[in-house]
């Protein structure tokens, strides 16, 4: 099975992990936003050939999965990284307020539908981790989920958990190569840039009342984070926690993680064999007589 590539923002597989002091901003000596601009462009040339042979290779295909608080730049991120790939080789889905159909079936039956085929690209701007993230957050969520029976939820958490790690793990053996990015932002910085929403009229279909309300919320997501991370990052499913404060860095890391997991992944053209060959001369030798 893949195995995550390295880096100092990959969180640990052991269940050690902890948020706090986990950096929000670049740590030094970190390229600038005109240097990090510049390297992305070029990386967005290795990802379009990479996925080209990713759709031709047809044994893997690759999930990206993006958390985050509100203004932390999911959307915008997801958009540069991509910027440049054939669209018909990637596909995002965002997952917002489940519907009644969805809330019908079980937590990861909505997302399972979802899912890339081999030789692309999927991604999921959020997730089924919003069970174990917004819900947690607010329990009462729960009831529109009509579960069988009333749980501890202590219990109801470590349940999900382990379902996910399950799923993931049933993924990964299936040639599916999940990477998982939490773009860690900081409350200050988030406050910025809801500002920014509310004082620049282009921005302002961004705003929600709800997002400032959700702020009140914000150590109660940080716990719901720290132990989502921590339960469900593995070799073969791992969490990358990414400083999101400074955008442009953001950005290239994602793409260069993302790099760095497809050239792992040793993908290859395929070869024709000495039978289809043969076929392809002879092919060759009548279209070249129609010409003369």
């Known amino acids: 099975m893949f195995e995550a590539v390295t ?12 948020l706090a002091g986990t950096a929000t901003a670049p740590p030094p000596p970190a390229p600038d936003a005109k240097s990090s601009k510049r390297r992305l462009r070029r990386i967005r040339e ?10 031709a ?23 540069k990284v991509t910027s440049g790939i054939n669209p018909a080789g990637f596909q995002v889905f965002s997952f917002k307020k489940p519907s009644a159909e969805e809330l019908d079936h079980d937590f990861l039956w909505r997302t399972s539908c979802r899912l890339p085929e081999r030789g692309r690209i999927g991604i999921f701007n959020r997730s ?13 969520l729960l009831e529109r989920q009509a579960l069988p ?8 958490w470590q349940q999900r958990f382990e379902s996910i790690r399950d799923h993931e793990l049933h993924l990964a053996r299936n040639g599916v190569v999940i990477v998982k990015f939490f773009l860690n932002v900081s409350r200050e910085e988030q406050r910025r840039r809801f500002l920014s929403r509310l004082d620049e009229p282009h921005k302002n279909w961004k705003f929600a009342p709800g997002d400032v309300r959700e702020r009140g919320f914000w150590d109660d997501y ?16 791992p969490w990358y926690a990414v400083p999101a404060d400074d955008k442009p860095f953001m950005r290239l890391t994602v793409a ?37």
């Open 46 to 55: 290795q990802l379009a050939e990479l996925q080209r042979i990713l759709y």
């Open 128 to 140: 089924y981790y919003e069970e174990v993230l917004v819900v947690r957050v607010h329990p009462q």
């Open 222 to 237: 940080q716990r719901a984070y720290e132990e989502a991370l921590a339960a469900t990052s593995r070799p073969w499913a």
């Open 149 to 156: 029976e009333l749980v501890d939820l202590g219990t109801l």
């Open 57 to 79: 290779h047809d044994r893997h295909a690759v999930l990206l999965i993006f958390q985050a608080m509100d203004a932390a730049g999911k959307d915008s991120t997801i958009r």
């Open 256 to 292: 260069d993680l993302l790099l760095r997991t497809l050239q792992s992944l040793e993908l290859r053209y395929p070869e024709v064999d000495h039978e289809h060959r043969a076929i392809f001369d002879r092919m060759r030798a009548q279209l070249e007589a129609e010409g003369r």
């Open 7 to 18: 880096s100092p923002f990959r969180v640990p597989f052991d269940g050690s992990f902890r």
